[in-house]
């Protein structure tokens, strides 16, 4: 099934625009587990299935689990595996690189590793974008405005698009919607910046947005409710508020209210 319907299928399913973070820091562990891989992985798969009813996506950073080395990749594969087959998987790798080297990330993450989407650079430019678009059936997440405190130093520069003065980020978010011929391309908008969110929803109001910086970065809510669309979601992503809401025995129950509260809270505004 391809990504956006997928991804549409799965919403409806669980009336929820809950994405789920499986970001196993070793270092944050629940007290019960041991900080090891076989730790990390426990805990990916006990708030998988403490959430598994909640979660429109999941998002595994591969940042985790290349920092576990040789094993994390077994850690990764077999999260992968646990994750139900309704729900889209989105591997947050933020790749970026020349041709060659894209199509070689590209096969890594979609032929190997079998993500429904990825997260991908576009600093240098369409092509290196295009070994990811080239898969028709699968997601390709182009960050355009990020949630991190410094994103402003390099996203918002103004620069001349079209005769025209505007931040960088707008001139990614219309590269994204001309590189869009086969409607699998999106965008990584963060929930801390929700004036900019607004506006590139405005420029792009076809593109599914994912929205991380809910939670742990206290982002803007009401602002990713409004990136909604239909057939073109808002995917709110929350990581840490899910995976280390409780460092206790009960570790799994706190992750499963951490993702009801925050499904719940996306469901208000929603309505409202």
């Known amino acids: 099934m391809p990504f956006r319907e997928k991804l549409v299928s799965a919403i409806a399913a669980r009336g929820s625009l809950l994405c789920v973070g499986l970001d196993p820091e ?39 689990y290349e920092a576990l080395g040789r094993e994390g990749y077994d850690v990764l594969r077999a999260t992968l595996g646990a994750i139900p087959r309704d729900v889209p998987v989105i591997g947050d790798a933020k790749r ?17 590793l079998g993500f429904d989407a990825v997260t991908v650079n576009p600093y240098l430019g369409g ?52 590189w869009n011929r086969d409607g699998n391309a999106g965008l990584v908008v963060g929930a801390t910046a929700p ?27 009401a602002a990713a409710v409004r990136a909604d669309r239909p057939g073109a979601p808002a995917i709110i992503s929350a990581s ?19 993702a009801r509260e925050l499904r719940d809270a996306i469901r208000q505004a929603r309505s409202g």
């Open 240 to 258: 840490r508020t899910i995976m280390f809401a409780g460092s206790g025995l009960d570790f799994a129950a706190a992750a499963h209210r951490a």
């Open 195 to 221: 004036t900019e969110l607004d506006r590139i929803r405005e420029i792009a109001p076809d593109l599914p947005i994912l929205v991380p910086g809910i939670g742990a970065q206290a982002g803007d809510l």
């Open 26 to 64: 070793i270092a944050r562990l629940p007290a019960p587990l041991p900080r090891t891989p076989d730790g990390a992985l426990r805990l990916n798969l006990a708030v998988i299935e403490a959430t598994a009813d909640l979660a429109c996506a999941y998002k595994p950073n591969l940042a985790f």
């Open 96 to 112: 970026g690189d020349i041709g060659n080297t894209a199509r070689q990330y590209a096969a890594a993450l979609f032929d190997d």
């Open 127 to 178: 092509d290196a974008v295009e070994p990811f678009l080239a898969y028709a059936d699968r997601g390709v997440l182009v960050v355009c405005r990020t949630s991190n405190p410094g994103a402003a130093e390099i996203q918002d520069l103004p620069v001349v698009d079209d005769g025209t003065t505007v931040p960088l980020y707008e001139v990614v978010a219309r590269r994204v919607q001309r």
